[in-house]
C-alpha cells in the first residue's frame, strides 16, 4: 500500500465561512508531503480537518485505505496519526517530562523506545525534563511538541510551521531532526520556509483560496521561480 493518507475534493467550513473548498492530495508513505501557500490559503485548515477538529462538510479522507472523515479527533489520534499544532499545544505549567508523560497513551515497552529514541534526538528535553514547559526556548518548545506527537504508534505526523518565529540556526537543528524523523513515520509538513521545505520535502501541494492548485515533486518547485512567485511570493 503506497499511498497511506488521501483527501478527495474536502469542503470545510468554519461557522458559516467557506474555508476549504476543494482540496485533495495523497501522501505517499515513508514521505516528506509539504503544504505551501500563503497566510490564509488553509494550511492549518487542512491539518485540522485531517484530525477531525474541523471536520469536512464534504468530500472524504481515506487513511489506510479506511474513511475517517467524520470520526473524533481521539478516534483519529488512535489509528496512528500525530499532530503537531501551529501553537505547539504544550502545557507550560508541566514540565517537560509530565507533558511527555500525559502525551502517552500507553506505558508498553514500545512506548519506552519511542521515548528513548526521541530523547536521543532531542537531547535537551532529557536535559531539561524537570523544567517547566513555559520555560524553555522557542526550539526547545518546538522539540517538546514534536516529541509529544511521536509519543504514540505514529504513523503519519502532521507537523504544522515548525519553523515559525525561530532563529535561523534554531529552524535548521529542527529541520534536521525532523529529517531523521522521517526514517520512522510519514510526514505531512506545512512550512512557510521555503528552503527548508525543499531541503526535506519529496513532494508538495500549494493551497490557494482554500483549493489545491498545484502539484509536484520538491525538485520541480527549486527550478521554478515562476510558481514561487505566483503562489508563495517568493523568488
Ligand atoms: N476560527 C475561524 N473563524 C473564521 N475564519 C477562520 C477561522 N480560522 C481560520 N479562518 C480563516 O480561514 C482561512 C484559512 O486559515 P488557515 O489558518 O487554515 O490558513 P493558513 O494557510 O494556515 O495560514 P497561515 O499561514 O497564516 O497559518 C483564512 O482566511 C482564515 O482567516
Ligand atoms: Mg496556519
Redesign the pocket.
Known amino acids: 500500500m503506497k499511498t497511506l493518507l488521501e483527501l478527495t475534493a474536502i469542503q470545510t467550513y468554519?461557522?458559516q465561512?467557506h474555508?476549504l473548498q476543494n482540496v485533495s492530495f495523497e501522501v505517499p508513505r515513508g514521505e516528506v508531503t509539504v503544504l505551501l501557500?500563503r497566510?490564509?490559503?488553509?494550511?492549518?485548515?487542512?491539518l485540522r480537518t485531517i484530525m477531525g477538529l474541523n471536520p469536512a462538510a464534504k468530500g472524504n479522507v481515506l487513511f489506510k485505505d479506511q474513511e475517517i472523515t467524520t470520526l473524533k479527533p481521539y478516534e483519529i489520534a488512535k489509528r496512528g496519526i500525530g499532530y503537531v499544532p501551529?501553537d505547539q499545544g504544550i502545557f507550560g505549567d508541566l514540565t517537560v517530562g509530565e507533558n511527555m508523560r500525559v502525551a502517552m497513551q500507553k506505558e508498553d515497552e514500545a512506548t519506552q523506545e519511542r521515548l528513548e529514541w526521541i530523547l536521543d534526538l532531542f537531547p535537551d528535553l532529557k536535559k531539561f525534563w524537570k523544567r517547566p514547559g513555559g520555560q524553555l526556548s522557542g526550539g526547545q518548545k518546538q522539540m517538546l511538541a514534536i516529541a509529544r506527537a511521536y509519543m504514540n504508534e505514529t504513523e503519519l505526523l502532521l507537523i504544522d510551521?515548525p519553523s515559525k518565529g525561530l532563529a535561523p540556526i534554531i529552524v535548521e537543528k529542527v529541520m534536521e531532526s525532523i529529517e531523521q524523523m522521517k526514517e520512522k513515520t510519514t510526514i505531512i509538513l506545512?512550512e512557510?520556509n521555503f528552503m527548508m521545505a525543499s531541503q526535506i520535502g519529496d513532494r508538495f501541494y500549494i493551497?490557494d483560496d482554500?483549493r489545491t492548485v498545484h502539484r509536484g515533486e520538491m525538485e520541480e518547485l527549486r527550478v521554478n521561480e515562476q510558481l514561487r512567485k505566483k503562489y508563495l511570493g517568493i523568488a
Request: glycine share 22%; no cysteine; hydrophobic share 25%.
Open positions: 468554519i461557522d465561512y474555508i501557500g497566510n490564509g490559503a488553509g494550511k492549518t485548515t487542512t501551529e510551521e506545512v512557510q493551497l482554500g
